[in-house]
């Protein structure tokens, strides 16, 4: 069932709940006027307003006819795939399919229209409607329209338009490259500033999920525009790169300063109050339901589960005037932050209000307003990319009109840059200023000892575009970044999930400290006929033992169960080790760890369906998984641990791994373990490859590492910003988080040369 399905299937048992409730009687719902009045409030905010041109007759008309390539499928392209299309240059094997795409008549008028709706002389905006009542019957069916479902609920809103608008992007990257190859430094730099344009339209949208899609799209612009210089350096000249920076990178063309923060989603917040909760009381018979509809757009199947899950939170949850106090002080709090606009103003030290509120008493708040806070630091992420295109362009032109890279950034100031930028991640606590950029040429600006012999600089490079979730993990604003415990922590973005089968399994493996190596050599060292690759058959009592000795000469290092103590029981407060029935375990591993935990995420991920597993069958292993390991007699001990918040020790760790293991190598289990694995034999490529190396006997052979080693001399610079840590290393280890953010070289431009077997620049040659 593809994703429109389903979520048609979860409006339609919402609508049905939602009817039977209030045919029963039990529901007191707000009136249509209310409801009727924040729908067109809402839709007022996003109207374009008085003096601009709605867009959407020029670029949706276009859109319509628009054809999808391949890659794209359907059409719905998923926000990170971004980072996998953006390697297809000139130098892939899919680049001829790409070009002849983006030169078909229905692509290039789709591009006329960009062209026409960014032109700054003229005043475009985005004006989407909400909703089915308020959108045009010929932009639902091609699917350029926002979805609020029946009743109509803000809270409740899926950006249709959006994946759609994605592929947008992608072919003016596409169309930017084909310009390029064809000595048009003209085109190329329009399609460019066409893409950084509409970008920074899509950030004026109200809502978090629109503004934070479009600060991506800047931000792929700005290393795109910076991977195109670099991969034709005699394309725009000094004179080219001196007019771009002043006409679209300026602080008074791109206005980043002037991103406001999303509000929409606190309008969605109030609606959905004014609906499920009794004026002056608490929380009223249709909370649970509409919290359901809320939380389950991609899970119709679990709505009614999910609602039993919000009566029980409905009894410790704040009343009325509580709530309300609580989302003003909130809204305030984000607005005050945002528009402070020194950055290292001693307000940005504390934690935000939103964070400090109570989870339980405020629980329907996260579903809703969460992603709010990401655009704290990505403003922060898009600072940094704007004032390092800034400064690595100008670099560029100096370069291309002396012959020579400077001494120093500051050689670009006046010409090509009024001022130099400085980076967001080093402060200056003397003179209360961010310092420039990290900047220095390889051998050339390195104090050599007389032992010394002098060498080009070694980074390692994380690429977010070999692993889109290195970039789209751990983001969540608290304090402004010194170093890494204050910046961004938490949560990853469900809206940007997704991505390439490889890339993603690739990179789950690497989160958990697993590389393909390790993999091989596991495999390779089992056994012979432990295992039929061709059917999945095993010996039980051989695979047992084996698991068994890798657990026992493990340390059986407990902090990860540890750290999870606070955040869940399964049995209540008030639940007594007799309570706790296999039934309660059970329903423990299905429904606390998987349907509300890794299930969300695995499903926001979009590895499923790219490696042809579906998620009923994973379902039905956590099922038959949970119904075994509930009953085993060790397994009391964990939840005891949990009810009473007392720490496991390594021996028990061990424990519940061995237990773990004994029900995973049963005739239950392993049976729907052998479902999975017959669907991903019919899966995509790069997992039917491995199947195939694993049934011939042969090693797993995986090349695609998510960070590589490169090597750059005295004939290419390096600009880079300090990062999150505050710490710069002179780009010995680039990643966006956990290291420098490198600049120039841009690592678009060097995970491209690395997948073409190129891992250094030298001689002056790239």
């Known amino acids: 069932m593809n994703r429109q399905r389903m979520?048609?299937?979860?409006?339609?048992?919402?609508?049905?709940?939602?009817?039977?409730?209030?045919?029963?009687?039990?529901?007191?719902?707000?009136?249509?006027?209310?409801?009727?009045?924040?729908?067109?409030?809402?839709?007022?905010?996003?109207?374009?307003?008085?003096?601009?041109?709605?867009?959407?007759?020029?670029?949706?008309?276009?859109?319509?006819?628009?054809?999808?390539?391949?890659?794209?499928?359907?059409?719905?392209?998923?926000?990170?795939?971004?980072?996998?299309?953006?390697?297809?240059?000139?130098?892939?094997?899919?680049?001829?399919?790409?070009?002849?795409?983006?030169?078909?008549?229905?692509?290039q008028a789709v591009l006329e229209a960009v062209a026409t709706i960014t032109d700054p002389e003229e005043k475009y905006e985005l004006g989407i409607p909400l909703g089915r009542n308020a959108s045009e019957q010929k932009y639902i069916d091609a699917g350029l329209w926002i979805d609020i479902g029946e009743p109509e609920l803000l809270a409740d809103m899926e950006f249709i338009y959006g994946s759609r608008l994605e592929t947008v992007f992608y072919l003016l990257s596409v169309e930017a490259e084909r310009r390029a190859l064809e000595d048009d430094s003209e085109g190329a730099a329009?399609?460019?500033?066409?893409?950084?344009?509409?970008?920074?339209?899509?950030?004026?949208?109200?809502?978090?999920?629109?503004?934070?899609?479009g600060i991506m799209q800047i931000i792929y612009a700005l290393e795109r525009t910076r991977d195109i210089v670099f991969t034709y350096p005699d394309l725009m000249s000094d004179e080219d790169l001196e007019d771009f920076i002043a006409?679209?990178?300026?602080?008074?063309?791109?206005?980043?300063?002037?991103?406001?923060?999303?509000?929409?989603?606190?309008?969605?917040?109030?609606?959905l109050i004014q609906q499920t909760f009794t004026f002056r009381?608490?929380?009223?018979?249709?909370?649970?339901?509409?919290?359901?509809?809320?939380?389950?757009?991609?899970?119709?199947?679990?709505?009614f589960q999910e609602a039993a899950r919000w009566r029980d939170l409905a009894a410790?949850?704040?009343?009325?005037?509580?709530?309300?106090?609580?989302?003003?002080?909130?809204?305030?709090?984000?607005?005050?932050?945002?528009?402070?606009?020194?950055?290292?103003?001693?307000?940005?030290?504390?934690?935000?209000?939103?964070?400090?509120?109570?989870?339980?008493?405020?629980?329907?708040?996260?579903?809703?307003?969460?992603?709010?806070?990401?655009?704290?630091w990505m403003r922060l992420l898009l600072y940094t990319e704007v004032g390092g295109t800034r400064t690595a362009l100008g670099l560029a032109a100096f370069r291309y009109d002396n012959g020579s890279i400077p001494r120093t950034s500051k050689a670009i100031q006046p010409r090509y840059r009024r001022i130099v930028d400085g980076d967001p991640f080093d402060w200056d606590t003397r003179q209360k200023r961010d310092l420039p950029f990290g900047f220095f040429v390889p051998i050339r600006d390195v104090n050599w000892g007389p032992r010394d012999i002098?060498?080009?600089?070694?980074?390692?490079?994380?690429?977010?575009?070999?692993?889109?979730?290195?970039?789209?993990?751990?983001?969540?604003?608290?304090?402004f970044p010194v170093r890494l415990p204050n910046g961004p922590s938490g949560p990853g973005l469900e809206a940007m999930a997704g991505g390439s089968a490889s890339g993603l399994l690739l990179a789950e493996m690497a989160a958990m400290g697993v590389t393909p190596q390790m993999v091989s050599d596991r495999f390779s060292a089992l056994p012979e006929g432990a295992i039929d690759w061709q059917t999945l058959d095993v010996d039980f009592d051989v695979m047992l033992d084996l698991v068994n000795q890798q657990i026992d000469a493990s340390d059986g290092d407990p902090r990860s169960f540890n750290a999870g103590i606070n955040n869940i029981r399964p049995g209540g407060p008030s639940a007594s080790p007799e309570d706790l029935t296999p039934e309660i375990r059970r329903q423990f591993i299905t429904e606390g760890i998987w349907n509300r935990g890794a299930r969300p995420m695995v499903l926001a991920s979009g590895v499923l369906p790219s490696v042809g597993v579906t998620i009923n069958a994973i379902d039905d292993l956590v099922e038959a998984f949970a119904a075994g390991f509930a009953e085993e007699p060790e397994?009391?001990?964990?939840?005891?641990?949990?009810?009473?918040?007392?720490?496991?020790?390594?021996?028990e760790v061990k424990d519940i791994y061995r237990a773990g293991a004994r029900v995973l190598f049963t005739e239950p289990v392993w049976a729907k373990v052998k479902e999975v694995y017959a669907q991903l034999k019919n899966g995509e490529p790069f997992v039917t490859e491995i199947i195939s190396q694993l049934q011939s006997g042969g090693s797993l052979d995986l090349e695609v590492p998510t960070s590589f080693p490169f090597s750059i001399d005295d004939?290419?610079?390096?600009?880079?910003?300090?990062?999150?840590?505050g710490e710069g290393e002179r780009a010995s280890v680039v990643h966006p988080l956990e290291g420098d953010i490198l600049i120039w070289p841009p690592v678009l431009s060097l995970t491209r040369m690395h997948l073409n077997g190129i891992n250094a620049i030298e001689d002056g040659e790239e």
């Open 715 to 725: 004939s290419e610079f390096i600009l880079y910003s300090y990062g999150w840590d």
């Open 281 to 303: 009381g608490g929380p009223n018979e249709q909370f649970p339901l509409y919290m359901a509809r809320v939380t389950t757009r991609d899970r119709p199947l679990r709505i």
């Open 7 to 107: 979520r048609r299937l979860s409006r339609s048992l919402a609508a049905a709940a939602s009817l039977l409730a209030a045919t029963l009687g039990v529901i007191t719902p707000a009136s249509a006027q209310d409801t009727e009045d924040y729908i067109a409030r809402a839709n007022a905010m996003v109207a374009p307003v008085s003096g601009t041109i709605d867009a959407l007759p020029v670029l949706f008309d276009a859109m319509i006819d628009m054809e999808y390539p391949s890659v794209v499928g359907n059409g719905f392209l998923e926000h990170s795939e971004m980072t996998r299309l953006l390697l297809v240059g000139a130098d892939s094997p899919q680049w001829s399919k790409a070009a002849e795409w983006a030169a078909a008549e229905s692509q």
């Open 635 to 651: 397994l009391a001990m964990m939840f005891e641990h949990i009810n009473e918040r007392s720490h496991f020790t390594p021996a």
């Open 316 to 376: 410790g949850h704040a009343g009325w005037y509580d709530v309300q106090d609580e989302v003003d002080k909130i809204e305030g709090d984000w607005v005050k932050r945002w528009t402070i606009s020194l950055l290292r103003d001693p307000f940005h030290a504390r934690i935000t209000d939103y964070q400090r509120s109570d989870k339980a008493q405020y629980a329907m708040f996260e579903p809703v307003i969460d992603a709010v806070e990401n655009l704290f």
């Open 454 to 479: 002098p060498g080009p600089h070694n980074l390692i490079v994380h690429s977010y575009y070999l692993d889109p979730m290195i970039l789209l993990e751990n983001v969540r604003y608290t304090t």
């Open 247 to 271: 006409d679209e990178l300026d602080e008074r063309a791109l206005e980043e300063q002037q991103i406001r923060i999303a509000l929409g989603d606190v309008m969605a917040l109030r609606q």
């Open 190 to 213: 329009e399609v460019l500033a066409d893409w950084i344009r509409l970008a920074r339209m899509w950030t004026r949208r109200h809502f978090a999920a629109e503004k934070i899609r």
